[in-house]
């Protein structure tokens, strides 16, 4: 990799990183989601995250850090990926397909009182569109992580947090990065 390569991207990720800072809206929504999943866990609700490619490994991550821990000791807060059962997945996929691998998983598994997200830099993935709004339409609440176009997910989710950029890397970069706060904000309230 050519240095000169490396500190554009270095740089791109540090300007998103600042224009988020800046972006009071944002940063008010992050601290709104904070609040719900700290609420929703205390009255014995849980976090099911979803998404695709990238944002299935970030959805997977997420939930480990909720599971086991962040950044301190405290009890384990029940946190799934609908990512994780290859079995579950490809046997939904096939008798179904790929638009319902996650709807049929919260079919079998969500609860008024949780807490849904799906990771989506477009904010268009199919399967996510079709679960958010299976969610939402049973009155559990539904936050969408996205880039900055206009999507679905911005009609769907209760709270949409759209991170301001286009570029597919910086958008998961971001995502990851709000998702920790997050993680940390909650992880600070048990």
């Known amino acids: 990799m050519e240095n000169s390569l490396l500190k554009k991207r270095i740089a791109e990720h540090i300007s998103l990183a600042n224009e988020i800072i800046r972006d009071e809206r944002l940063l008010s929504q992050v601290q709104e989601v904070s609040r719900r999943i700290s609420s929703s866990l205390k009255e014995g609700g849980k976090i099911i995250f979803m998404g695709n490619g990238g944002s299935a490994a970030d959805a997977q991550h997420m939930a480990a850090e909720f599971v086991g821990r962040y950044a301190k000791e405290r009890q384990a807060l029940p946190a799934i990926a609908l990512t994780t059962n290859s079995s579950t997945v490809?046997?939904?996929?096939?008798?179904?397909?790929?638009?319902?691998?996650?709807?049929?998983?919260?079919?079998?598994?969500?609860?008024?009182?949780?807490?849904?997200?799906?990771?989506?830099?477009s904010g268009n993935s199919p399967n996510v569109v079709e679960a958010l709004s299976f969610a939402k339409s049973r009155g559990?609440?539904?936050?969408?992580?996205?880039?900055?176009?206009?999507?679905?997910?911005?009609?769907?989710?209760?709270?949409?947090?759209?991170?301001?950029?286009?570029?597919?890397?910086?958008?998961?970069?971001?995502?990851?990065?709000?998702?920790?706060?997050?993680?940390?904000?909650?992880?600070?309230?048990?």
């Not at 046997?91 to 079998?108: S, V, W």
């Not at 539904?142 to 991170?163: E, H, T």
């Not at 706060?181 to 309230?189: D, G, L, N, R, Y």
């Open 90 to 121: 490809t046997a939904i996929g096939n008798d179904y397909g790929f638009e319902k691998i996650f709807l049929r998983q919260l079919q079998a598994f969500a609860q008024k009182g949780d807490i849904v997200v799906g990771l989506s830099t």
């Open 140 to 190: 559990i609440f539904c936050v969408a992580f996205v880039g900055s176009k206009p999507c679905k997910l911005d009609r769907i989710a209760n709270i949409c947090i759209k991170v301001p950029s286009e570029s597919t890397p910086r958008i998961q970069e971001m995502h990851e990065l709000l998702l920790h706060i997050i993680c940390e904000e909650v992880e600070s309230s048990f």
